[in-house]
């Protein structure tokens, strides 16, 4: 197997532009990189009537547009519709095994990422009073940074530089032809058996994708799989997964690997037994390291390590001029762009004293059944000091699952004796979109009660959302003393 070229990516952005001029460049507010919360960052700051420099080495939108989540789910739509064709039986017509055109595939993911990248094109930013340049952005010193012949002065600056695969190390993977997270989106050759190497979101949804797209696939993981989400719902998805036949393996050493074109060797320690795993081929896809080579952080003063820039609640790094949003200050992708740029505006310029919660970014695995989890865990949230409650509700329950027979998975809510809501999480059919709601709960502060009083359309299966909120009260029609008051006022009736 020849190593895979990488996603064609729209052409360089024409010299109009971008701007590459031998000067000195004053601005309110620099972003250095266009991760998409650097983008959100721009862009608002220019609709403020600020004097805004955007620097960019390749192309806007970055990971998520050209080989994360947006290619990822051009890919996923290919093998969910495959995957249809193979269950169909349950309801009625007859089921057949798909043909698949990887090229089709490839053109399709193309196709898609294309009509997508006009949005990030330099061109539109310009047109919003942007200043854009093309080229490596580096601090020089903690006030001044130089991109090309360019040296830029800020009152602010802002790091969005993102982040790129990380590539283990693993004896013998540089010798051997592998794939990546970049250049998987391009393959045009089946591929019969799949081993994949790391067990984060991206990884997951990818082993499921071209498992339906009719890869025999194994994952294998170096500690727990999606261990940034519930571990029950982490479970029972792994379990779905398991029923497709993709195996995912777990707390698994990989000691080397070996081999050549369409026959790889992965040697594995599993507890204290050697194994050799045998595949076609192999895909790292061990998450992504921030992109913090050659930006000049410590001309600047500005603490990092491997996990990122260093960075407070309010995302000001340890220079005090100078924010870091997106993968570079480890935040979780790009669900986090919006809220991290509008607390970066409302210090940068209107100098409010806000902060980032995590707590209220959902964390979204999308694959089917998806997963999704936003707040605080039941670990968290469940300390020997507080008492909680833990609410579930089965899809099965849901009327609109079981009419399309998706009736798979739960939803799972924390909540506090007085029925504060701290944390929610979904393993079924819509999680990533079902779980804004309770995001949208969080952010505000709400009671379970407020849950329960929402009317929504029948059928949906967003009711699943009430049904769960609802069962908070199932008790209480049991209670001694609510009893005794609907007893007294029956007397009045």
């Known amino acids: 197997m020849e190593q895979e070229k990488s996603t064609p990516k729209p052409a360089e952005a024409p010299a ?8 000195a460049v004053d601005a309110d507010i620099c972003v250095i990189g266009g991760d998409p919360a650097g983008l959100a960052v721009a862009t608002a700051a220019a609709a403020f009537g600020r004097k805004v420099v955007l620097i960019e080495q390749k192309q806007l939108g970055g990971e998520p547009l050209y080989y994360g989540p947006l290619a990822t789910r051009a890919l996923a739509a290919a093998g969910n519709r495959a995957q249809n064709m193979r269950t169909a039986t349950p309801l009625g017509v007859s089921a057949r095994e798909p043909e698949i055109d990887l090229r089709a595939v490839n053109e399709h993911v193309r196709s898609a990422v294309s009509g997508l990248a006009p949005n990030f094109a330099p061109e539109r930013f310009v047109g919003l009073g942007i200043r ?15 991109a090309g012949e360019s040296r830029i002065r800020a009152r602010r600056f802002v790091v969005a530089t993102g982040g790129v695969p990380r590539t ?10 592998y794939l990546t997270v970049e250049t998987v989106f391009s393959t045009t050759e089946k591929l019969h058996d799949l081993i994949v190497i790391g067990a984060g979101a991206n990884a997951i949804e990818l082993a499921q994708t071209f498992g339906r797209l009719g890869s025999r696939v194994m994952v294998l993981a170096e ?7 519930d571990p029950e719902l982490t479970k029972f998805l792994i379990e779905q997964l398991g029923q497709e036949g993709i195996g995912v393996y777990e707390n698994t050493v ?21 194994h050799v795993v045998e595949g076609s081929h192999i895909l790292v896809a061990a998450g992504l390291k921030p992109a913090t080579a050659d930006l000049g952080l410590e001309a600047a003063g500005i603490r990092h390590d491997e996990r990122g820039i260093k960075v ?26 919006d809220y991290q740029s509008s607390v970066v505006i ?10 980032i919660d995590p707590r209220l970014i959902p964390r979204v695995v999308y694959t089917e059944p998806g997963l999704a989890w936003v707040g605080q865990s039941e670990a968290e949230a469940g300390s020997p000091a507080k008492k909680i409650d833990v609410l579930r509700w089965p899809f099965r329950e849901n009327d609109r699952a079981v009419a399309e027979g998706a009736a798979v998975g739960h939803i799972k809510v924390i909540t506090s004796k007085e029925g504060r809501i701290l944390g929610a999480g979904i393993v ?19 009671n379970i009660k407020a849950m329960a009083q929402w009317v929504p359309a029948y059928p949906t299966v967003s009711q699943i959302n009430k049904q769960v909120a609802t069962s908070y009260y199932a008790g209480k029609p049991g209670n001694p003393t609510l009893r005794k008051v609907i007893d007294f006022l029956a007397k009045f009736g």
Do not use: Y
Request: hydrophobic share 45%; no cysteine.
């Open 16 to 23: 109009a532009a971008v701007d590459m001029s031998d000067e």
């Open 132 to 146: 854009v340049l093309h080229g490596t952005g580096r601090f020089i010193n903690k006030r001044t940074v130089i």
């Open 168 to 177: 283990p190390a693993i004896k013998g993977l540089s010798s051997i032809p």
């Open 223 to 229: 500690g727990k799989a999606l261990d940034e989400q």
């Open 254 to 274: 990989i000691d080397s690997v070996d081999g050549g074109l369409g026959r790889v060797r992965v040697n594995v320690t599993v507890g204290a037994e050697k």
């Open 312 to 337: 407070n609640s309010g995302l000001k790094t340890t220079n005090r001029r100078v924010f870091a949003v997106g993968r570079v200050a480890a935040a979780p992708g790009p669900t986090a762009a």
């Open 346 to 355: 409302q210090r940068a310029l209107l100098h409010m004293r806000v902060s």
């Open 428 to 446: 079924g059919t819509d999680a990533g979109e079902l779980i804004s709601m309770w995001a949208l709960a969080l952010s505000q502060g709400l």
